[in-house]
């Protein structure tokens, strides 16, 4: 009965890994792209263009990084230890985004130039928390 499950799930495993691997990489490769859009907002001063784009990527990062079982399943088999780590990275993103989405609806009631340093300053630590989880995931110890 044991023999029989555990061959089961190597099946299972077997038939998901390629494609759950496959599924990481091209979801990044789309939230590297969404990212990149927020940035050419940004360096054009393109408010609007912040507001598309910083909502279609928050999106995207959330359905993404924010479920901790969902992101484990796609980690390579020696790096699923690491998924705690990776769970933080999505909530400094998500920290971050929040902060420039209230600055867009100016929540906080505050001028346009703290709003927009903020929000600048919150983009910014949004690419150290893309850098921080690759490197977790990518150094082997
Ligand atoms: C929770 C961990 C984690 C976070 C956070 C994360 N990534 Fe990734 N990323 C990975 C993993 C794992 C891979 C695939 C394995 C690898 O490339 O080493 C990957 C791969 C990528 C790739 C594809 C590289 C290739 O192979 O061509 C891109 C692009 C990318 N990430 C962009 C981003 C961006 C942009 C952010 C921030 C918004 C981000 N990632 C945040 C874990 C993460």
């Known amino acids: 009965m ?5 061959a089961v799930s190597s099946l299972l495993i077997l038939l998901f890994t ?6 990481l990489k091209s979801n990044m490769i789309q939230l590297g792209a969404e990212l990149a859009e ?21 999106q995207h990062a959330q359905d993404l990084l924010g479920n901790k079982e969902n992101f484990s399943a796609m980690l390579p088999k020696d ?22 989405l209230d600055a867009i609806e ?18 910014t630590y949004i690419e150290h928390a893309c850098f921080r989880c690759h490197n977790i995931v990518r150094d082997k110890y």
Do not use: C, W
């Not at 044991?2 to 555990?6: E, G, P, V």
């Open 38 to 58: 927020v940035q050419k907002s940004f360096i054009a001063s393109d408010q609007k263009g912040v507001e598309v784009s910083i909502k279609r990527f928050s």
């Open 79 to 100: 790096k699923k230890h690491k998924a705690n780590e990776a769970v933080m990275s999505a909530q400094i993103i998500s920290h971050n985004v929040q902060i420039i």
């Open 18 to 23: 390629p494609l759950s691997a496959y599924d």
């Open 106 to 123: 100016n929540k906080y009631n505050q001028s346009g130039i703290v709003r927009r340093e903020e929000s600048q300053r919150a983009y």
């Open 2 to 6: 044991l023999k029989k499950t555990a």
